[in-house]
Every structure is written in C-alpha cells, then in structure tokens.
C-alpha cells in the first residue's frame, strides 16, 4: 500500500511539473502574440524587427521599453546605430574618481 501511494505521489508531482512548463510556455507565447498585436496596432516595428531577429531586449542596447522606479515607461524609438554612437571622442572629457563627503 505504501508503495503505491509514493508511486502515485510521484506521477502527481510529475504531472504538476509538466503542467506548470506547459502553462509557462502557453502564457509566454500569449504574450508575444499580444504584443506583436499591439505593436501592429500602433504602427510601431514589431519587437523582432526592432532587433534585427535578435531575442530579448537589454536596455542599454537601444530601442526598446524601460520602466523607472517610479512606474514611468520610457519607450526609445531610434534605431540602433543613433542610440549607441557616441556623443563624446575619446580624446574628449577626463575620468574623475567619485568620493562621496560625509
């Protein structure tokens, strides 16, 4: 009898396992689909395009959707090129340590 029911706990623990990979892949594709819907609606690059093809969306790397800590959605529509080129040469500005006065 003991046998049985760890058997039984097992293929439960296994079934609640698949279901929850099964729930997580079925809401992340529901939400790509929604946002390619509202992209679409927009008039705005779907995020694929936006990237160039590339998944995910770093928010140093240009273009994209940032949030702040105070809930304000910052939405960057340049293109890559304009949001990482440089607005200081090299051989311009100079490093300074930062120390912090108490």
């Not at 760890?6 to 698949?18: C, E, W």
């Not at 995020?47 to 995910?56: Q, S």
Request: zero cysteines; hydrophobic letters at 40%; charged letters at 30%.
């Amino acid at each position: 009898m003991l046998h049985f029911l760890s058997v039984l706990l097992l293929f439960l623990l296994f079934a609640v396992v698949i279901a929850i990979a099964v729930g997580a892949y079925l809401l992340n594709k529901g939400i790509r689909m929604f946002r390619k819907a509202a992209d679409k609606a927009t008039g705005r690059q779907t995020h694929t395009e936006a990237d160039g093809g590339r998944r995910g969306r770093a928010s140093g790397r240009g273009g994209g959707t940032a949030h702040t800590a105070t809930g304000e959605t910052i939405i960057d529509t340049r293109d890559r090129a304009t949001a990482n080129r440089r607005i200081f040469a090299d051989d311009e500005g100079e490093y300074v340590d930062f120390e912090e006065e108490k």
